[in-house]
């Protein structure tokens, strides 16, 4: 009985909270972005009339033209298929960054809320280093000792990045522990890592998907800062290697603004599409917020 | 605010600084990238040049010992070697000290200013089209790549326009001048980078100011005063803007890793010989000594400001409790 009276509640949940995303018209256009350049990092190769590592027969420094519509580099490769394939490793490295550091900060925040004492006392410190270690400089040094692989990057921006997500989570879980339900699976025999995997896990999900949003908007600018740095994986370009690369060619003081401007334009546009999704996702789990803002409105 | 929540704070801190000087002292030891390797990469060097230049560094060692030395060394301010610049690394961070400051002063008031008062505008305009303009664009700095930004500064000012030098902090090519004429040359460097620098950080005060005058509106002492007859503009500036801007007073300080994050990006892209700079320059020549000192230097500085910011909380706010 109870079971069946919970399902279209959740269902019903579910559906409010879309209904609520798609009155944030910033949210709703913000995910139309993300999709398209999520399509250019599927399909985007098809497009391209040029092998995007080929140079050679193109003249260097073009500006756009009919048969490159974003120029060519110092090398004179296409800038338009460098970008094409720039949008799938942005877009990797931030959503495996992200994957990372949500389950290390999943993880650490459950098993500190859910076990408290000690463990909860020694994971908070932890966290609270890497809180305050200065995220740039960090990441430099990490990725400068352990060298400049795409894994590497996706694990430097991972492990540096899950010190929020462990607090948030943690905070949730202390408050669900000590729901009645809990209780009562603790009474019935059930087994930590039962309730956590079937009862808390659930429970904080939607929390751990509105942090990933914010998460990875952080991941696709660390990678990009990083890249630009010198600090990117040189075989594959990504848009911050697109970045370090125009820099390093002086495409600044020589007004290539080709070459600057677009790939910069398509980090903006994937960061804002995470932020303004964020603060949609802050307005369906924060009903206070959703609150003020009508009464702001009115 | 109480003693027991002061040394709480305090000890804290303490506790980090300790794991930073655990934390860099491993970081460098343990990854792979062995520091010897890289100063003899040279096949020309002989192996008694070898030994001998693996003596002066101190890695001929084994690791436990290294660490005492390191620990001893950390705390009679000693820092090494740089392998680049075969100085001590102290002296080398100490000269590029000002430089930073240099940049980041200005930049951080002029952003706290600009921040705070776009914030007060949104807020109080809240739903309104100049809410939205500030608000907007205050998101669009703040999503902005910091570097890029510095690369159209110097693209629009100074290549297409004229108006600014591209890079460096003064014109070295003019020789000997006056103390007046070489401050000058180096404030009109010093502007772009400022002005970059000033627009980043500016979205993130936006946004805490927007949210914590918000916040504050919606309390009952703001509809007391307007009961109490008190004009709008009163009841702003008196009744809510001083407490809307205890957030915005600890970001201030709490915000210093973010204000280096920036700097780093700022200095690299401008040439600008500061600690970011530095940073870059160490990262490129893995050039490990002078990477670990400066490291260590901005963690142990950011710890610093993060207790500051905790006790100019508790403070200011008289609800925060141990």
């Known amino acids: 009985m109870i079971t069946e009276g919970q399902i279209p509640h959740i269902k019903n949940s579910f559906i409010g909270s879309f209904r609520v995303f798609c009155k944030n018209k910033m949210g709703v256009l913000s995910l139309i972005v993300l999709l398209f350049f999520i399509f250019i990092a599927v399909f985007g190769q098809l497009l391209v009339p040029y092998d995007p590592q080929s140079f050679g027969q193109n003249g260097i420094m073009e500006a756009p033209s009919a048969s490159h519509v974003l120029g060519t580099d110092e090398m004179g490769r296409d800038l338009f298929g460098a970008l094409v394939s720039g949008t799938r490793t942005s877009l990797l490295v931030g959503i495996f960054g992200t994957v990372i550091s949500m389950v290390v900060g999943a993880l650490i925040g459950i098993v500190s809320g859910y076990r408290g004492g000690k463990i909860d006392a020694l994971l908070m410190r932890l966290t609270d280093i890497m809180l305050v270690l200065p995220w740039l400089p960090l990441m430099l040094v990490l990725a400068a000792l352990m060298g400049s692989s795409i894994w590497n990057i996706i694990a430097v921006i991972g492990l540096t990045g899950w010190a929020q997500t462990a607090r948030i989570i943690r905070a949730q879980t202390l408050s669900i522990k000590e729901r009645q339900y809990i209780e009562r699976a603790r009474v019935i025999g059930s087994s930590d890592f039962h309730i956590i995997r079937r009862h808390i896990l659930p429970d904080v999900f939607p929390l751990i998907l509105a942090d990933a949003v914010t998460t990875a908007a952080c991941a696709i600018d660390a990678e990009t800062t990083l890249s630009f740095l010198g600090m990117g994986d040189i075989t594959r370009p990504s848009w911050g290697m697109i970045l370090h690369y125009a820099f390093e060619s002086g495409a600044a003081s020589s007004n290539a603004y080709w070459y600057l401007i677009p790939p910069g334009l398509c980090v903006l546009f994937v960061v804002l599409s995470f932020s303004y999704i964020g603060n949609a996702f802050d307005e369906i789990f924060n009903p206070r917020l959703r609150g003020r803002s009508e009464n702001g409105a009115s | ?322």
Request: hydrophobic fraction near 50%.
């Open chain 2, 1 to 322: 605010m109480n003693r027991r929540y002061l040394l709480k704070k305090f000890l804290q801190a303490i506790i980090t600084v300790f794991a930073v000087l655990i934390i860099n002292y491993f970081l460098f030891r343990i990854m792979p990238g062995d520091p010897l390797a890289m100063l003899v990469r040279s096949p020309s060097l002989s192996e008694e040049a070898k030994a001998s230049v693996a003596a002066m560094f101190g890695l001929d060692k084994p690791w436990y010992i290294q660490f005492f030395v390191y620990i001893k060394q950390v705390f009679t301010l000693d820092m090494g070697t740089s392998f680049i610049y075969k100085k001590p690394v102290l002296d080398i961070i100490a000269e590029r000290i000002p430089a930073t400051l240099l940049l980041t002063v200005p930049a951080e008031i002029l952003a706290v200013f600009f921040g705070c008062y776009i914030g007060m505008i949104s807020a109080w305009r809240r739903g309104t089209k100049s809410d939205v303009l500030g608000t907007g664009v205050s998101m669009v700095f703040y999503a902005m790549p910091t570097f890029w930004l510095g690369i159209l500064m110097v693209t629009f000012f100074s290549a297409t326009l004229g108006l600014f030098p591209t890079s460096g902090m003064m014109t070295t090519t003019l020789g000997d001048r006056s103390f007046w004429a070489e401050a000058g040359d180096v404030v009109v460097h010093l502007i772009l980078p400022v002005i970059t620098m000033a627009l980043v950080m500016l979205g993130n005060y936006t946004l805490v100011m927007r949210n914590s005058l918000t916040d504050v509106l919606t309390e009952d002492y703001i509809n007391t005063a307007y009961a109490k007859g008190h004009t709008a503009k009163n009841v702003l500036r008196r009744h809510a803007m001083p407490n809307a801007l205890i957030p915005v007073t600890t970001l201030i300080t709490m915000n210093l890793g973010f204000t280096i994050s920036g700097a780093l990006q700022i200095e690299t892209v401008f040439s600008w010989p500061g600690i970011g700079r530095l940073m870059y320059d160490a990262l490129q020549g893995r050039d490990y000594p002078l990477l670990q000192g400066i490291f260590l230097l901005i963690s142990i500085c950011v710890v610093g400001a993060n207790f500051l910011s905790d006790i100019l909380y508790g403070y200011l706010d008289p609800r925060v409790k141990a």
